[in-house]
């Protein structure tokens, strides 16, 4: 399941950053999906190296982010959501920093599958990176959400 999910997350990714149309609905549920299904990945100890993208393709990416998201790019976030005593420490969370970063951990080995590469090796590559790529993930579906569901007049 979380092949998929991260493969239609990936695709409408690249889509965005060719120029072409992508709507905050889509990549709001493409991403719930994959982080569902990444709720299934097992801890593992090892993986196989896939190459990262690089600079430009990232660059290109957050570029076609920052238009689709526009001012919901900057959003507050509390640093320890879990600290009810006191007052809670905030954090500027940047959503076109965190989508190129959950798209950085998973398209490496993403395109590795597209071309052959084991399974587990992949699935070991989200495994390991999930913890990062899945903060990012929280943050960004609040964002999004927020987007889709109750847009600014």
Same mark, same amino acid.
């Given at each position: 399941?979380?092949?998929?999910?991260?493969?239609?997350?990936?695709?409408?990714?690249?889509?965005?950053?060719?120029?072409?149309?992508?709507?905050?609905?889509?990549?709001?549920?493409?991403?719930?999906?994959?982080?569902?299904?990444?709720?299934?990945?097992?801890?593992?100890?090892?993986?196989?190296?896939?190459?990262?993208?690089?600079?430009?393709?990232?660059?290109?990416?957050?570029?076609?982010?920052?238009?689709?998201?526009?001012?919901?790019?900057?959003?507050?976030? @509390?640093?320890?959501?879990?600290?009810?005593?006191?007052?809670?420490?905030?954090?500027?969370?940047?959503?076109?920093? =965190?989508?190129?970063?959950?798209? @950085?951990?998973?398209?490496?080995?993403?395109?590795?599958?597209?071309?052959?590469? @084991?399974?587990?090796?992949?699935?070991?590559?989200?495994?390991?990176?999930?913890?990062?790529?899945?903060?990012?993930?929280?943050?960004?579906?609040?964002?999004?959400?927020?987007?889709?569901? =109750?847009?600014?007049?």
């Amino acid at each position: 399941m979380i092949v998929a999910a991260v493969d239609r997350l990936c695709r409408l990714l690249e889509t965005l950053a060719r120029g072409e149309a992508v709507s905050s609905r889509a990549l709001l549920a493409a991403l719930a999906h994959v982080y569902a299904a990444s709720c299934e990945l097992e801890a593992v100890v090892a993986v196989g190296e896939f190459e990262a993208i690089d600079a430009s393709e990232r660059s290109a990416l957050e570029h076609a982010l920052a238009g689709l998201v526009g001012q919901a790019r900057l959003y507050w976030v @509390a640093l320890d959501c879990t600290a009810l005593h006191g007052k809670p420490e905030l954090g500027c969370g940047d959503l076109v920093d =965190d989508l190129a970063d959950i798209y @950085a951990d998973l398209a490496p080995a993403w395109r590795a599958q597209r071309r052959g590469a @084991a399974l587990a090796d992949v699935l070991g590559s989200w495994s390991v990176s999930a913890d990062h790529w899945r903060r990012h993930a929280i943050d960004a579906l609040g964002v999004l959400h927020r987007l889709v569901h =109750d847009p600014a007049p």
